[in-house]
Antibody
Framework: QVQLVQSGAEVKKPGSSVKVSCKASGGTFSSYAISWVRQAPGQGLEWMGRIIPILGIANYAQKFQGRVTITADKSTSTAYMELSSLRSEDTAVYYC?????????????WGQGTLVTVSS | SYVLTQPPSVSVAPGKTARITCGGNNIGSKSVHWYQQKPGQAPVLVIYYDSDRPSGIPERFSGSNSGNTATLTISRVEAGDEADYYCQVWDSSSDVVFGGGTKLTVL
């Protein structure tokens, strides 16, 4: 059974950065992509980007280009999402999800979510 | 960018059938995936590739997709089905796109 376990909640100041981790177990980490999806309070789901660990290649939603960096460490089966220049609108729960990338990607396993609060 | 439109809310009595729509330009040419999200929990995949169910998802959940509308159908609705539901597609210009979500209320 695939499990994705994320790091704990964070409180950050505006202008700073946050790095959230997502450790995978129960599957072959490098065989799939990992995507990051966020959800602001009371709002819907928003895709941020993905990484394909076996290739080390990441791609990002246009909205987050230049502000988000997604990386992966194959040796520890862990993916990371770093978001910089934080503002209050970035307050959200951030999820990692196994991305069944192909012609029509979907997400079959999700992490438990990490609440990031941006406040002065 | 590609836009998916869902009704904000749908209400249904227990035992009845709920239908949640997801509208998009020629969405019938894409594969649609659906997620269920209960309060305080991560989303759960309930339908992929328009109508396939992951293991563990009841047969009461089904999906269809044609023209400009995809539909998630929940038969014999139970109280435990009350949740937010999101449709999702991949688009060549936008990559992953989610609908705005539909809150299903079981009366």
């Amino acid at each position: 059974q695939v499990q994705l376990v994320q790091s704990g909640a964070e409180v950050k100041k505006p202008g700073s950065s946050v790095k959230v981790s997502c450790k995978a177990s129960g599957g072959t980490f490098s065989s799939y992509a990992i995507s990051w999806v966020r959800q602001a309070p009371g709002q819907g789901l928003e895709w941020m980007g993905r990484i394909i660990p076996i290739l080390g290649i990441a791609n990002y939603a246009q909205k987050f280009q230049g502000r988000v960096t997604i990386t992966a460490d194959k040796s520890t089966s862990t993916a990371y999402m770093e978001l910089s220049s934080l503002r209050s609108e970035d307050t959200a729960v951030y999820y990692c999800a196994r991305d069944r990338s192909g012609s029509y990607p979907y997400f079959d396993y999700w992490g438990q979510g990490t609440l990031v609060t941006v406040s002065s | 960018s590609y836009v998916l439109t869902q009704p904000p809310s749908v209400s249904v009595a227990p035992g009845k059938t709920a239908r949640i729509t997801c509208g998009g330009n020629n969405i019938g040419s894409k594969s649609v995936h659906w997620y269920q999200q209960k309060p305080g929990q991560a989303p759960v995949l309930v339908i992929y590739y328009d109508s396939d169910r992951p293991s563990g998802i009841p047969e009461r959940f089904s999906g269809s997709n044609s023209g400009n509308t995809a539909t998630l159908t929940i038969s014999r609705v139970e109280a435990g089905d009350e949740a937010d539901y999101y449709c999702q597609v991949w688009d060549s210009s936008s990559d992953v796109v989610f609908g705005g979500g539909t809150k299903l209320t079981v009366l």
